[in-house]
């Protein structure tokens, strides 16, 4: 959908608001602009956004690579996610079902989860690999992640804390040395992880 040459980047989960490329907010049963609404402000051209499933959050990507997480009941930003990044790359952006976790592509192929009552905290980095993230979709109960690439359909991610430990000790036959830990969680201190 198109409104006064904008175009439409997402639609809340009620299916009754659009967010434009400019960060207006648009009724979409009369592709109209709404009045009283601030939208989203502040921000270069939007090219990706995301409402989290209960509408109270929305991810925005605009065409310098910042993302922002904007509390989408009172039109605020709330965080910086990333600051920029490629302007050639645009961000895949996605909500766990109860809106408690965002994630969003980056142009290196990896995946960055935040918290989303706590989106200054790091991001969790998931290595995905070298291709470009195509689509990614969270599990109902929020504890794994699938991604979508060029060369991979459906990869399966656990974002527990306690079965991604267990995952990830099953898979290696000795504790992980400081190159192979870097590799995997490259946001976390090197440690003793599996218990040996």
Same mark, same amino acid.
């Given at each position: 959908?198109?409104?006064?040459?904008?175009?439409?980047?997402?639609?809340?989960?009620?299916?009754?608001?659009?967010?434009? @490329?400019?960060?207006?907010?648009?009724?979409? @049963?009369?592709?109209r602009?709404?009045?009283?609404?601030?939208?989203?402000?502040?921000?270069?051209?939007l090219?990706?956004?995301?409402? @989290?499933?209960?509408?109270?959050?929305?991810?925005?990507?605009?065409?310098?690579?910042?993302?922002?997480?904007?509390?989408?009941?009172? !039109?605020r930003r709330?965080?910086?996610?990333?600051?920029?990044?490629?302007?050639?790359?645009?961000?895949?952006?996605?909500? @766990?079902?109860?809106?408690?976790?965002?994630?969003?592509?980056?142009?290196d192929?990896?995946?960055?989860?935040?918290?989303t009552?706590?989106?200054?905290?790091?991001?969790?980095?998931?290595?995905?690999?070298?291709?470009?993230?195509?689509?990614?979709?969270?599990?109902?109960?929020?504890?794994?992640?699938?991604?979508?690439?060029?060369?991979?359909?459906?990869?399966?991610?656990?974002?527990?804390?306690?079965?991604?430990?267990?995952?990830v000790?099953?898979r290696?036959?000795?504790?992980?040395?400081?190159t192979q !830990?870097?590799? !995997?969680?490259p946001?976390?201190?090197?440690?003793?992880?599996?218990?040996?």
């Amino acid at each position: 959908m198109t409104v006064n040459g904008e175009e439409t980047v997402t639609v809340d989960p009620a299916g009754r608001t659009a967010l434009t @490329s400019e960060g207006t907010l648009v009724d979409v @049963s009369t592709g109209r602009p709404l009045k009283g609404r601030a939208g989203v402000q502040g921000e270069d051209y939007l090219t990706e956004g995301a409402f @989290s499933p209960d509408g109270r959050y929305l991810a925005a990507a605009d065409v310098q690579g910042r993302v922002t997480l904007w509390d989408a009941h009172h !039109w605020r930003r709330l965080a910086v996610l990333r600051s920029g990044g490629s302007n050639r790359h645009q961000p895949t952006l996605g909500f @766990s079902a109860d809106g408690s976790l965002v994630a969003a592509s980056e142009p290196d192929g990896s995946v960055h989860v935040w918290e989303t009552a706590t989106p200054a905290l790091p991001a969790a980095t998931l290595p995905v690999g070298g291709s470009p993230v195509l689509a990614l979709g969270f599990t109902s109960d929020g504890e794994e992640l699938h991604v979508a690439t060029p060369h991979l359909a459906d990869r399966t991610y656990p974002l527990e804390p306690d079965r991604a430990a267990r995952t990830v000790c099953a898979r290696t036959p000795a504790e992980l040395t400081r190159t192979q !830990w870097r590799r !995997w969680f490259p946001s976390a201190d090197h440690r003793q992880a599996c218990g040996t």
